[in-house]
Every structure is written in structure tokens, then in C-alpha cells.
């Protein structure tokens, strides 16, 4: 069986962990797999949302530490990885590599259909920072959570950086980093990490609702625009930037298939049939904003500097 596994139903897509025997833990090919069915879920034009999940009782428990203190060395040395992670870097023993968790964050970024994370267990490390890029999270009264790398004398990865103090606030954000501990669902939903707690038994039912109400009521190509916009907003110096690309993206929709079924149907009271689709009929609002590219070039100079 997958370590990842993608399904897809009626125009919702469900991504599950699945090595729930290790609940959940990360490894190489999960990296690889989480990657490939955001790649999927993407080109497949029938997948109208996406829900992240974990088998079994835990969400994810962080990165697979089952080599011990060694886990690290082999993860950075490991013939596993990735094609184009790792770099031969001067004054170093080791390859340097991407890290991965951060990978794989970066894809859910920059998703093209909107991701909800239902974590049905424990997310401890990548498994909590894992969740940051995704849009609305839900979690299991039974989950429980852990930005833990101090405790491990590591530090943040997986762009939580970026992300947690832009999700909780910054205090609430240096407070869980840096203390390391694992705090339960009720917390996470007070500091705003997670919209709202279920039992058990009811997560999965919640999130598809949640990915129903977006599937059915939604143009996708309207909430693909929607989702990267705010994303991509917490980047912009000046409101400016804002103004610009909705200008953009407003003159662009506002004359195409997608809003005169819209319209029409919202007149003759029925549910509309959107017939844009985000394969073919996605507009690049974002041409003056490119994504950077991740550069090697910057291991090297610290080495140089050093």
C-alpha cells in the first residue's frame, strides 16, 4: 500500500497519510507522494477540493526518527532522496538537501484547488507545520499538537517560519516554538490553529461538508484565483499590490462564461453550472509576482563567508 494515498470522489479529493502502524510518521517517500497527488489534484479538473488526512489514529508524528540521533545524517546522506534536493556543498562532509517537509508545504501553497485539513490525531513536528498552508483546518477533540524541534535540537522547518506567526499571531508562535510542548485541540482552537474540534467519529463527515459547500456553490476557477490571492497577499509590501492584481483578475472574470452563468442562475434562482475549468481557463494574475526559485547558491555563500 501507498504511504500516500489519493482518492477522489464526486469532485472531492481525499489525501490520506498512510502509515498509521508508525502513526504517520514522515519519511522520503512521503515526501515524494505528497508532492505527486498535489500534482494530481491539480491537473485533474474534476477535483474541485482537497482534504488532508492521516489513517488510523494519528495524523502525523513528525519526521520518521527510527534511526535515532543518526536520523539526521541519514536523511541528509540518504540515496532516498529526491531527484535534485541534495547539493555537494565545499567544507562540508555531507550533501546539503532540501529540506522536504518544506517541499511539500510549498506545494500545498501553491495548490490550485483549496485544501482542508482535517487532522484526526496527533501532529507533532512536520505534521504540525504540514498543516500551516492549508486554508481551513479541522481537528479531532482527540488530536493533539507540537512544534517540538527545540526539544530535539533542531529547529523550525517546513516554512512554519513564515507561516505560523502569520496563522496564530507572532507571541502564540514564539510561545509554541519555543517551548517545544505538545498542546491539545482545545488550545489549537483557541489561538485560532485549527476553525473547529469534532469527535472523532464526525471529522471526515465535517470536512467533506466543508469541501461539499465549495464543490457545489463555487466557480473553480473563481476559488482557485481566491485561494492564491490571499496567499499570495501576505507577501505584499503596500495594499497596492492587492488593488493591482484584483483589478486584474476582477476584469478578467467579470466577462467570462463563468460569471454570466453565475449571474443568470442567481436570476432565475437555481444552482449554477460554472463551465470554466482551471486546466484550461485559469488567467496568470500573479505574471509580475513570480514564485522564487529555491537556490543552492545560498548554502554555498555561507560556507564561503564562514
Known amino acids: 500500500m501507498s504511504v500516500v494515498q489519493l482518492d477522489v470522489n464526486e469532485g472531492i479529493a481525499t489525501i490520506t497519510l498512510n502509515r498509521p502502524e508508525l ?4 519519511t522520503d517517500e512521503m ?3 505528497l508532492v505527486e497527488a498535489f500534482d494530481r489534484t491539480d491537473a485533474d479538473d474534476d477535483v474541485r477540493a482537497v482534504i488532508l488526512t492521516g489513517a488510523g489514529r494519528g495524523f502525523c508524528a513528525g519526521m520518521d526518527v527510527s534511526d535515532g540521533d543518526a536520523a539526521f545524517v541519514n536523511w541528509r546522506t540518504s540515496g532516498t532522496a529526491p531527484e535534485g534536493t541534495t547539493y555537494e556543498v565545499p567544507g562540508e562532509s555531507m550533501p546539503m538537501r532540501r529540506d522536504g517537509g518544506g517541499r511539500v508545504v510549498l506545494r500545498i501553497y501553491s495548490s490550485l ?3 482542508i485539513a482535517a487532522v484526526n490525531g496527533p501532529a507533532t513536528g512536520v505534521g504540525a507545520t504540514m498543516l500551516l498552508p492549508c486554508d481551513v483546518r479541522l481537528a479531532s477533540e ?3 499538537f507540537g512544534f517540538v524541534f527545540n526539544r530535539r535540537g533542531v529547529v523550525p522547518e517546513s516554512c512554519s517560519s513564515w507561516f505560523l506567526p502569520r496563522v496564530v499571531g507572532m ?9 517545544g510542548r505538545v498542546f491539545p485541540a482545545t488550545e489549537a482552537l483557541e489561538q485560532k490553529l485549527v476553525r473547529t474540534l469534532h469527535a472523532p467519529g464526525g471529522l471526515l463527515d465535517a470536512a467533506r461538508a466543508l469541501a461539499r459547500e465549495i464543490a457545489d456553490n463555487t466557480a473553480p476557477v473563481s476559488a482557485s484565483l481566491a485561494r492564491r490571492m490571499l496567499w499570495r497577499m ?3 509590501a503596500h495594499p497596492m499590490t492587492a488593488h493591482q492584481v ?3 483578475a476582477i476584469n478578467l472574470r467579470g466577462v467570462s462564461a463563468d460569471l454570466q452563468e453565475g449571474f443568470t442562475a442567481f436570476l432565475e434562482k437555481r444552482s449554477p453550472v460554472f463551465p470554466d475549468r482551471v486546466g484550461t481557463d485559469l488567467p496568470d494574475i500573479f505574471r509580475s509576482m513570480p514564485e522564487p526559485a529555491f537556490d543552492p ?3 554555498k555563500e555561507y560556507h564561503r563567508e564562514a
Open 246 to 248: 484584483e483589478t486584474l
Open 297 to 299: 547558491a545560498v548554502l
Open 23 to 26: 502513526l504517520n510518521a514522515f
Open 142 to 144: 482527540d488530536a493533539r
Open 171 to 179: 507571541q502564540t508562535a514564539l510561545e509554541w516554538v519555543l517551548t
Open 234 to 236: 501576505q507577501e505584499a
Open 31 to 33: 515526501e515524494v507522494g
Open 113 to 115: 484547488k483549496p485544501v
